[in-house]
């Protein structure tokens, strides 16, 4: 069952899920940059969910789609070739919640040409200076908005 005390911590809020419940149609592809246990757990229950991990302890754990891309130290990110030989054809939203720690998700701006850019994308943690810096840049690039809440933002189609 679905509860809120089952979310927070380390993991997307309620608030975040029911955003994605109520504005991205149940059985919807979603590509999700950070598998968890949370996010991974409950979207893959409503979505057809992808998520690039790079941590071989998540990987397996629901029942989603997994990428694993091991973090290049070189860019601080995901394996580029890993992402390009994996990522699927077609998604309708992304979520930002990955890797972990603050201000690791900035290769999602710098490799942005590796994804759809006419869907919604969620970034996660943009109470952090680190993903709040990668919400505006990411706004500015792809000329378009974004609406904030408390733990997370949108940045709409």
């Known amino acids: ?7 927070g911590g380390s993991g997307i809020t309620y608030e ?3 955003w994605m419940i109520t504005n991205i149609p149940l059985g919807s592809t979603v590509l999700e940059l950070g598998a968890g ?5 409950f979207l893959s229950e409503k979505y057809k969910l992808y998520s690039v991990e790079d941590k071989l302890e998540f990987i397996g754990k629901y029942s989603s789609n997994y990428i694993y891309a091991p973090i290049d130290i070189s860019i601080n990110w995901y394996n580029v070739a890993s992402l390009k030989d994996h990522l699927p054809s077609s998604y ?4 930002v919640d990955g890797p972990t720690g603050e201000g ?5 701006l710098t490799n942005i040409d590796l994804f759809k850019k006419d869907i919604p994308i969620i970034v ?14 990411l706004s500015e690039k792809l000329k ?3 609406v904030s809440f408390e733990n997370f933002s949108i940045i709409t189609p």
């Open 37 to 41: 246990h949370v996010s991974t757990k």
């Open 124 to 137: 996660d943690d943009t109470w952090r200076e680190g993903e709040r810096k990668l919400l505006i840049d």
């Open 1 to 7: 069952m679905i509860t809120v005390d089952k979310f």
């Open 144 to 146: 378009r908005s974004y």
């Open 16 to 18: 975040l899920f029911e």
């Open 92 to 95: 309708d939203c992304i979520l």
């Open 104 to 108: 690791n998700r900035y290769g999602f």
